[in-house]
């Protein structure tokens, strides 16, 4: 027990350690639920059998019932004995069991629990990880920590990821960093940008940027985030912004805006066109004083607030549709 306070240096080591022992108690309650009940609903069916399913029916439920008994082997002992009463120090006198349990270490990524990391890496020095009996790097847990904001985990295990970029899922193609975005995780967003070789644009399956997933999220703080450390603001995003009208957004990355004419291949209209459909007169004024004109024309129909904007009209003709007289005094000016 003499380097415990090495693994454990403070009261919330330990807590995040018990944390994750319950969450493991409760994952395995879930699943013995889950068995009784299709072992229930087997032998309600087996009392009215139907001749022609009941052999079917039997084997189910012979099927469950030794599933079941494995469930309830596949944990150690030492690992029994802490759910039921979790204790740091018993698990520290036992890590080299808890530290090679695949569910205790998922369980440690998404309750930010570094302690068991920390003795299966320089304690046990055992990097090799496995999930289901499968090899699987150190990235799969940050990404997991990524999906619950475990921060601290992430900061402890970014010097050992080769490869911060992993992708568990070849088909998403979505990194710990777009998870973490997605699930509004900021702390987690801030702790993997700390990793030097963090792609602030690695896009998922459908070509979506993290900063483009804080958009749709509605996520304006990690956009700002994402913006400051460098992430890429492409004109497609800011097309998005306008054409949603998020006002945070919108103050985010109005003066970021390169050419403020360009016309969204997509939508066919320009970010003043945008605004003005929008009705935000706001934005209408500044773009105005940013040098965007109100004479470029629409390429492609554009529909904003149940309202259809022809294509082949410029800005003005947008208010004009609109009505906003207020609107229509900007632009002739």
Avoid at 87 to 111: N, Q, R, T, W
Avoid at 166 to 193: F, I, S
Avoid at 195 to 204: K, S, T, V
Avoid at 220 to 226: D, R, S
Wanted: aromatic share 10%; proline share 5%; glycine share 4%.
């Amino acid at each position: 027990m003499k380097d415990y306070k090495f693994f454990f240096p403070d009261q919330q080591s330990e807590e995040t350690l018990v944390a994750s022992l319950k969450k493991y108690q409760e994952r395995r309650k879930k699943d013995f639920e889950d068995i009784d009940r299709e072992i229930k609903e087997i032998e309600t069916a087996l009392k009215k059998p139907d001749p022609k399913s009941e052999k079917k029916l039997l084997i189910r439920l012979k099927e469950f019932k030794e599933y079941r008994i494995k469930v309830q082997n596949e944990v150690p002992k030492e690992v029994a004995t802490a759910l039921e009463k979790p204790d740091p120090k018993y698990v520290y006198e036992h890590y080299e069991i808890f530290c090679k349990d695949e569910f205790m270490l998922g369980h440690a990524a998404s309750s930010d629990c570094v302690p068991i990391f920390k003795l299966r890496l320089e304690k046990l020095k055992d990097a090799e990880f496995f999930q289901l009996g499968k090899p699987v790097p150190v990235e799969y847990y940050i990404y997991r920590a990524a999906s619950e904001n475990s921060a601290n985990l992430i900061r402890y295990l970014n010097p050992y990821s080769k490869d911060i970029n992993y992708r568990t899922d070849p088909d998403n193609k979505c990194t710990a960093l777009y998870w973490a975005v997605q699930g509004g995780q900021k702390e987690a967003v801030k702790a993997l940008l700390e990793h030097p070789d963090i792609d602030l644009d690695a896009a998922d399956a459908y070509a979506v940027t993290p900063l483009a997933r804080a958009l749709y999220g509605n996520y304006p703080k990690i956009g700002e985030i994402l913006l400051k450390a460098g992430a890429k603001l492409s004109e497609h995003i800011i097309m998005e912004i306008f054409d949603r009208g998020n006002p945070a957004f919108l103050d985010m990355v109005i003066e970021r805006v390169i050419d403020y004419n360009f016309i969204d291949p997509k939508k066919g209209i320009t970010l003043l066109h945008a605004a003005v459909a929008d009705e935000n007169e706001h934005k209408v004024r500044q773009l105005i004083e940013l040098g965007a004109r109100a004479d470029i024309i629409s390429r492609k129909k554009y529909v904003q607030r149940h309202r259809v904007f022809p294509s082949k009209i410029n800005a003005f003709e947008y208010a004009t549709i609109v009505g906003s007289e207020n609107i229509i005094a900007l632009l002739k000016k």
